[in-house]
């Protein structure tokens, strides 16, 4: 089946005011894809969604992709305490209109004063 | 307008019990989608309905999983006997209808198998 790999892997630790980029690459070719952030305990929200291959900007968020490479970025720009969370990313792919999302793991960021 | 609801929000079981939780999806979205996450994990969906149907349930455990959604609104995900492999967040997420993908996440229900 499909696979959604995210990197860094596990965790990242910012100090405020850092960029960060997070990434996914995906096994198979994309119809969209969504960025989601999830603090503990908490709900998913959905952050950026790109029907396809496009940039999506959200306030200090931009996602970009690269079809020719099956991958997407997520750029938080000076970070905040407050973006502290998982991030995940999520792909549907190209074989119906279903909506079903596959998942990364997920990169739990720390922002840090 | 209101977000996706679901209840309870945590239950805590003792293997072999049964267990349902219950989705109510934003007025209006036809498709409704269950999610597995375990803990430090994304999610894995389980089963999706559109309306009434079931469209795809590939990923349900049929033996012990089951899940309705009678009246295209509400849904009901039951465990007949939960595992302690089944402790994990069910996530209910709901989605307007065809060619929107963009889905919203209800706050889930954190089961803990014992």
């Known amino acids: 089946g499909q696979q959604v790999q995210q990197s860094p892997p596990a965790s990242l630790v910012l100090q405020e005011g850092e960029n960060a980029e997070l990434q996914c690459t995906y096994s198979?070719?994309?119809?969209?894809m969504q960025w989601f952030y999830q603090r503990p305990g908490g709900r998913l929200v959905s952050l950026l969604y790109?029907?396809?291959?496009a940039e999506q900007r959200g306030g200090r968020l931009t996602s970009s992709a690269a079809s020719n490479e099956s991958r997407s970025s997520l750029h938080i720009s000076s970070s905040q305490i407050t973006d502290s969370g998982t991030y995940l990313c999520?792909?549907?792919?190209?074989?119906?209109?279903?909506?079903?999302?596959?998942f990364g793991e997920g990169t739990q960021v720390t922002v840090i004063s | 307008e209101a977000g996706v609801t679901q209840s309870p929000r945590y239950a805590v079981l003792q293997e072999g019990q049964a267990v349902s939780f219950w989705c109510d999806p934003i007025?209006?979205?036809?498709?409704l989608y269950w999610y597995q996450q375990p803990r430090d994990q994304g999610p894995q969906l389980l089963v999706y309905?559109?309306?009434?149907?079931?469209?795809?349930n590939s990923q349900l455990p049929s033996d012990r999983f089951s899940a309705v959604r009678p009246k295209g609104t509400n849904s009901t995900l039951k465990i007949q006997s939960a595992k302690q492999g089944d402790t994990a967040t069910y996530l209910c997420a709901s989605l307007p209808g065809l060619g929107v993908f963009e889905q919203y996440f209800g706050p889930g229900t954190r089961l803990t198998v014992l």
């Open positions: 999520a792909m549907e792919d190209t074989g119906g209109l279903s909506g079903k999302l596959t």
């Open positions: 790109s029907p396809s291959w």
């Open positions: 198979t070719t994309l119809n969209s």
């Open positions: 007025s209006g979205h036809d498709t």
């Open positions: 309905f559109r309306d009434e149907a079931v469209i795809d």
